[in-house]
Structure formats: structure tokens, C-alpha cells
């Protein structure tokens, strides 16, 4: 009995931690209020964890912290929810950047190229953005952004 018991324990602990293996970085407390994820990743999508220099295939449930990048490419599509449930949709060739908050409330984002459509169903959302050129905020529920590529 002890030891199904035992093996019971061991498979829930090797569940667990293959799970938490597929995120590019652990659930805590201290940083479930940054959190963002991947919810939608349809074609070739990557991620990149800040910091870091590879590029790798982004899936569906992908935790994203501040620094983290997410890019779509030809004929795909991604979507990411923030931590306070808006959604930003990205076009394909779309590269966007989740940046660290100014402000515990707002949420923040860079748009290096490519365009994104905001979304949020629960109340007018506080968000700012940075692009190549402008930096603005986003104060409502709906919102379309799009960073056009320059000939230099």
C-alpha cells in the first residue's frame, strides 16, 4: 500500500513539474500579477524570454514576463492575454514586446512592427505602448495599432 501510495505521490510531482517545464518561467506569487500568456498561436509563432537570444516556437498557454518577446510570422496569427484579462491580437509579421509596468495598475507593451488589435471585454483598460516612434495609452476597450516597416 505504501508504496502505491509512493508512486502515486511520484507521478503527481513529475506531472507537475513537466508542466511547469513548458513555461519559460515558474508561477509565483510574487510575479502571477506580470503575468501574460500565449492563448492563441496559429502558423509559425516564436517567443523569445528576455535576455535570451534564441527564438523558440511559441504554444498555447506560454506564460510571458516583462521582457519576453512574441512575433508571428507569414500567414500567422497569435494572441496575448495581459495579466488583467485584455487580449491583444497580432497580425502575422508582427512583433510584440511585453515591458515592465510604470504603474502596479497599467499594463505595458511595445509594438516593434506589425499590427496588433487590443481588446478588452471587462472595463475600459489603462495600457500604454511604445513603438519605433511614438509612445502612447490606451484608454478604452478597443483599440487597433499598426507599426508600418521603413525603407532604411
Given at each position: 500500500?505504501?508504496?502505491?501510495?509512493?508512486?502515486?505521490?511520484?507521478?503527481?510531482?513529475?506531472?507537475?513539474?513537466?508542466?511547469?517545464?513548458t513555461n519559460n518561467a515558474p508561477v509565483t506569487t510574487a510575479n502571477a500579477?506580470?503575468?501574460?500568456?500565449?492563448i492563441e498561436a496559429a502558423g509559425t509563432v516564436e517567443f523569445i524570454a528576455g535576455?535570451?537570444?534564441?527564438?523558440?516556437?511559441a504554444t498555447n498557454g506560454?506564460?510571458?514576463?516583462p521582457g519576453d518577446k512574441v512575433r508571428t510570422r507569414a500567414a500567422s496569427r497569435a494572441a496575448v492575454q495581459l495579466s488583467d484579462r485584455s487580449v491583444i491580437r497580432l497580425s502575422e509579421r508582427t512583433?510584440?514586446?511585453?515591458?515592465?509596468?510604470?504603474?502596479?495598475?497599467?499594463?505595458?507593451?511595445?509594438l516593434r512592427g506589425?499590427?496588433?488589435f487590443f481588446f478588452n471585454r471587462e472595463k475600459p483598460a489603462d495600457v500604454e505602448f511604445d513603438t519605433p516612434l511614438a509612445a502612447g495609452a490606451i484608454r478604452g476597450t478597443e483599440f487597433l495599432l499598426e507599426v508600418a516597416e521603413t525603407d532604411n
Open positions: 500500500m505504501r508504496f502505491l501510495f509512493g508512486a502515486l505521490i511520484g507521478c503527481l510531482l513529475a506531472t507537475f513539474l513537466a508542466d511547469a517545464q500579477t506580470s503575468l501574460s500568456r500565449v535576455g535570451s537570444a534564441n527564438w523558440n516556437i506560454l506564460a510571458l514576463l512583433t510584440l514586446e511585453i515591458l515592465p509596468s510604470r504603474n502596479a495598475e497599467k499594463k505595458r507593451f511595445g506589425g499590427s496588433i
